[in-house]
């Protein structure tokens, strides 16, 4: 079993899982960076599991007792309608986190969800409840130092956050035909993650660049925080509507790149990069992927989330309700995860 993976000790958490009733579930995203460990905390819980996969899907993860394997996308309205029917909860984590333009991430993140909440209208036998995955961009930046409360009006910054809105509003509208619940995660971090992994290898290096300007605030999660929640969303009783997940506490720049550096342990220099030369390298690098025709992380709506005020959301809900709290905190998770990286060669 893994180390992220472990019963919690709550009692008003045990008092709300219903470990009888969520017996079958169909995840999409399953082999993604989230959706895999999602997988195995689900199976850890002996929980049996259909999962989507893209026929260029590694699938060396669900190679294990109790998952059934379904080829296809989310663009295949038959293969959602075998996927949804029978099942007692849906976890929809499939989406695009990168892409060339809006119309791409609304044709996925959006479109997608539509067909998937129409196959679960129209399935003989549906589930009781939908999970979706979604993103503190769909809600936006914090307002200053405060952080983004679920009541608060969305106000993403970027194409990627308005397609995760859109997708949430779908499965919102849904809600009385299927129990919805919509978690809402900052930046994910742990094993398999590639995006933060640059970091690590740039603190290696003994370099690490930030933008320059005023203090910014953000909230992390680790993956496996991050699976318990949505494993835990699927099985309380009577969960619908928006929470947030994360670590209670907040981080600047500076803060996580030094705990970068001790997991990899070196002590790197922080330079910071003004904003402006930020955004002209983020359009330059974006031009130059779209000329190939790729997508890339580093472009100019990536450069609008570095520069905001910071990234904080209220996690007391999730806690208050569910009895759920990350237990995994940031210098912990980052050196795990560099202990994972540097065990399959990565770092």
């Known amino acids: 079993m893994p180390f992220w993976v472990g019963a919690h000790t709550l009692e008003r958490q045990r008092s709300v899982v219903e470990s009888a009733e969520a017996t079958r579930v169909f995840v999409t995203g399953a082999t993604g960076f989230v959706g895999s460990h999602l997988v195995e905390a689900l199976a850890g819980r002996g929980i049996a599991v259909r999962a989507l996969v893209r026929r260029t899907s590694d699938t060396t993860a669900l190679h294990r007792p109790g998952i059934e394997r379904i080829t296809g996308g989310l663009d295949d309205p038959d293969v959602l309608a075998r996927g949804v029917d029978g099942v007692d909860v849906v976890y929809h984590l499939a989406a695009l986190t990168h892409a060339r333009s809006e119309a791409e991430y609304h044709r996925v993140n959006a479109s997608g969800t539509e067909r998937l909440i129409a196959a679960i209208r129209a399935a003989q036998r549906p589930p009781r409840r ?42 919102l509208d849904a809600q009385g035909s299927v129990e919805v619940v919509v978690l809402r995660a900052p930046a994910v971090y742990g094993p398999r993650d590639r995006e933060l992994l ?150």
């Open 130 to 171: 939908v999970v979706l995955l979604s993103s503190l961009a769909a809600a936006g930046p914090a307002r200053g130092d405060r952080p983004v409360d679920r009541g608060d009006a969305p106000s993403p910054l970027t194409a990627y956050g308005r397609s995760k809105l859109a997708a949430e509003r779908i499965c």
């Open 198 to 347: 640059r970091f690590f290898r740039m603190a290696a290096r003994g370099v690490v660049p930030i933008p320059a300007g005023p203090r910014r605030l953000i909230q992390m999660v680790h993956v496996g925080d991050l699976a318990e929640a949505l494993a835990l969303a699927g099985e309380a009783r009577g969960a619908t509507g928006i929470y947030h997940v994360a670590e209670p506490r907040a981080y600047d720049w500076g803060e996580v790149v030094e705990w970068i550096g001790r997991a990899v342990g070196r002590r790197p220099k922080v330079v910071k990069i003004p904003g402006g030369i930020v955004a002209a390298a983020a359009a330059i690098n974006e031009r130059a992927a779209s000329l190939l025709g790729r997508s890339t992380m580093f472009n100019r709506d990536k450069v609008r989330e570095l520069l905001a005020p910071g990234w904080l959301c209220e996690t007391e809900a999730l806690r208050r309700e569910y009895g759920f709290t990350p237990r995994i905190p940031l210098p912990e998770g980052l050196a795990q995860t560099a202990a994972w990286y540097r065990a399959r060669g990565w770092l």
